[in-house]
Every structure is written in structure tokens, then in C-alpha cells.
């Protein structure tokens, strides 16, 4: 059974960073690109970064430049290193694998605000 936990969000004001992390269990992690994604309210979730095992990145338009995936295969985990946050980017962020995508976790919750 596949398994997704996210932790690190939280509350920060504008300007400020958080780092995320994902753990995955119940299945083989390297072979594949995992992303982040990121859902706000009465918004559809979006993906707004991925990593390929070769460690090739593609960002959305709207993070890049602050935003930055990485991930540890050993330990099954995948990052989001978030820097001058903004409001827009409120919202529950979540990982998953790219293609073919396992069952969602509870995601994190990312609050921007002063």
C-alpha cells in the first residue's frame, strides 16, 4: 500500500521560506519523476514542480525562480524548497509520482500572510 506524507507547511509572512518534505512508502521511488503540487481554495490542483531521476527540473511559471525540488532517493523523499513566498501561494501543497499517480495524501498546509 502506497503511502504519501507531507510536513513543513505552516504559516509565514511574505518574503519568508519554508521547506517541505515528502516521504513515500509502499513502493519503488528512483525510477521516477515525482512533482509538487498544489491546490488553493475553489482552485484546481496544480503541479507547480517536477524532478526526473536523471535530476532534470521544470517549474510553473508562477514559482520559478523561488521555488526548488529535490529529493533523496535513499530515503524516499522528495523537497520543495520554497523562497520569497507570497500570498498566491497559499494553499495545501502536495507530492506525488508524475505519471501514473499514486493515491494523494493529506498534504500541507502553506499559509502566506502578514
Known amino acids: 500500500q502506497v503511502q504519501l506524507v507531507e510536513s513543513g507547511g505552516g504559516l509565514v509572512q511574505p518574503g519568508g521560506s519554508l521547506r517541505l518534505s515528502c516521504a513515500a512508502s509502499?513502493?519503488?521511488?528512483?525510477?521516477?519523476?515525482w512533482g509538487w503540487y498544489r491546490q488553493a481554495p475553489g482552485k484546481q490542483r496544480e503541479e507547480v514542480a517536477r524532478?526526473?531521476?536523471?535530476?532534470?527540473?521544470n517549474y510553473a511559471d508562477s514559482v520559478k525562480g523561488r521555488f526548488t525540488i529535490s529529493r533523496d532517493n535513499a530515503k524516499k523523499s522528495v523537497y520543495l524548497q520554497m523562497n520569497s513566498l507570497k500570498p498566491d501561494d497559499t494553499a495545501v501543497y502536495y507530492c506525488?509520482?508524475?505519471?501514473?499517480?499514486?493515491?494523494w495524501g493529506q498534504g500541507t498546509q502553506v499559509t502566506v500572510s502578514s
Open positions: 509502499g513502493t519503488v521511488f528512483s525510477p521516477y519523476t
Open positions: 506525488n509520482r508524475v505519471s501514473v499517480q499514486f493515491p
Open positions: 524532478l526526473t531521476m536523471g535530476g532534470s527540473t
